[in-house]
């Protein structure tokens, strides 16, 4: 069955420094997403994804993040100076479409470390 | 505004014994879906079941079987005969628009010991 996939699955990085989370979402999909999930807390979306443009965003995706869909198949997620409080678990989801009650399909996360 | 609720933060149960998780939303929009996620301690989020606003035909898939009523805005989620591999976190969430971002309550921990 066709999956999410996300690198790295942990990534260690000092305060201040640029990191980039990347996805490869199912072939298919037209909808992608980024969520995060900060340690024993809820899911809280960041930022959704369409057309090559961003759909939606929460208050959470401020002007240090952005998104990007290099290519027909890389999706990714840029935190320009990381904080502490970056500390997260960062999942990348995908959809058909929005015509449907398709469930989004999850990628395994990447847990992000800030030091 | 749009909000998921679940009361229940832990849930420790035998094996063996059926259990249901709560989950009660708010929305003011007419259409939307509501699912119900697994995360197992790896860490991964796994889609379970979902349900439209507009088919409160509950089912059964399996061990596992779901209660939507509009009337009380709750999405209710079963395990019958629970099993060790259901412990995990269980995550409802709400989807209203097309943009499809989905809302997450808390989460309920549920253990289930031999």
């Known amino acids: 069955e066709p999956e999410v996939t996300q690198t790295p699955s942990h990534q260690v990085t000092q305060m201040g420094q640029e990191v980039i989370l990347r996805c490869v979402p199912i072939?298919?999909?037209?909808?992608f997403y980024w969520y995060r999930q900060i340690l024993g807390q809820k899911v809280e979306f960041l930022v959704s994804?369409?057309?090559?443009?961003?759909?939606?965003k929460s208050e959470i995706f401020d002007d240090q993040f952005s998104v990007e869909r290099p290519d027909g198949s890389n999706f990714t997620l840029k935190i320009r100076s990381t904080k502490l409080e970056d500390s997260a678990m960062y999942f990348c989801?995908?959809?058909?479409?929005?015509?449907?009650?398709?469930?989004?399909?999850f990628g395994d996360g990447t847990r992000l470390s800030i030091l | 505004a749009q909000k998921v609720t679940q009361a229940q933060t832990e849930i420790s149960v035998v094996e063996k014994e059926d259990v249901t998780l709560d989950c009660v939303y708010e929305?003011?929009?007419?259409?939307?879906?509501l699912f119900w996620y697994k995360q197992p301690p790896s860490g991964e989020l796994v889609f379970l079941i979902r349900?439209?606003?507009?088919?409160?035909q509950n089912e059964i898939s399996g061990r596992y079987s779901w209660n939507f009523q509009k009337s009380t805005s709750s999405f209710n989620f079963t395990i019958t005969a629970s099993q060790v591999v259901d412990s995990a976190v269980y995550f409802c969430?709400?989807?209203?628009?097309?943009?499809?971002?989905?809302?997450f309550g808390q989460g309920t921990e549920l253990s289930v010991k031999p």
């Open positions: 989801a995908s959809r058909v479409d929005s015509y449907s009650n398709q469930p989004q399909h």
């Open positions: 072939s298919n999909h037209l909808y």
């Open positions: 994804f369409y057309n090559n443009e961003i759909s939606e």
């Open positions: 929305t003011r929009d007419t259409t939307y879906y």
């Open positions: 349900r439209n606003s507009f088919d409160e």
């Open positions: 969430a709400l989807r209203v628009n097309q943009g499809g971002k989905l809302i």
